[in-house]
């Protein structure tokens, strides 16, 4: 395989491979909540904790992500159907 053939199949595979990574996260997730959860943990802390260890994976990703974004000017179109309603 040269390259471009593998860089066309990564491309196509990038999906499969985003859900397959998904998945073992979130196996991962279940067993550490159902462990926590056997000794004795509260449900509402667990929760609380899950969010907190979330904010902390992700935000780094909104802030880079979202800061090349461009920014979309809102249209008055858009607007006006919006209060219409």
């Known amino acids: 395989m040269n390259k471009d053939e593998m860089n066309a199949w ?12 998904l998945q073992v996260g979130l196996a991962g997730m279940d067993l550490l909540c159902k462990a926590a959860l056997n000794k004795g943990m509260s449900n509402y802390v667990l929760v609380v904790y899950r969010h907190a260890v979330a904010t902390l994976f992700i935000s780094p990703f909104a802030l880079v992500l979202d800061k090349y974004a461009p920014a979309k000017p809102a249209s008055s179109d858009w607007e006006s159907n919006a209060y219409s309603v």
């Open 10 to 21: 990564f491309r196509k595979a990038k999906p499969f491979l985003a859900v397959i990574f």
